[in-house]
């Protein structure tokens, strides 16, 4: 079993940055890929960005060019690094990891809001 717990989400306002981190426990070595999605009120889970085992990153074309996502293997935690941030990107994050055995393991969400 794989357990996450994010940190980070805050209020910021338009142009500002934040850090989303995430940290892993449990059976880390299982983990295939992470990913972080959000979430707004009556809307599905978007994906956002996704770095897999091997370090490659894909994002969702939202946020091209304004997120980076990154992973410290020696403290099992994955980052999202948010920059000019925009009230669109205002939601719920949630971070997610798909083990080899293809077990979903989900975080608690943590709150982003971005307004002035």
């Known amino acids: 079993q794989v357990q996450l717990m994010e940190s980070g989400g805050s209020l910021v306002q338009p142009g500002g940055s934040l850090r989303l981190s995430c940290a892993a426990s449990?059976?880390?070595?299982?983990?295939?890929?992470m990913d972080w999605y959000r979430q707004t009120p009556g809307n599905n889970r978007e994906l956002v960005a996704t770095?897999?085992?091997?370090?490659?990153?894909n994002y969702a074309d939202s946020v091209k060019g304004r997120f980076t996502i990154s992973r410290d293997n020696a403290r099992n935690t994955v980052y999202l690094q948010m920059n000019i941030l925009e009230p669109e990107d205002t939601a719920v994050y949630y971070c997610?990891?798909?083990?080899?055995?293809?077990?979903?393991?989900w975080g608690q969400g943590t709150q982003v809001t971005v307004s002035s």
């Open positions: 997610h990891a798909m083990t080899f055995s293809h077990f979903n393991a």
């Open positions: 449990g059976s880390t070595r299982s983990i295939n890929y």
């Open positions: 770095i897999t085992r091997g370090g490659t990153t």
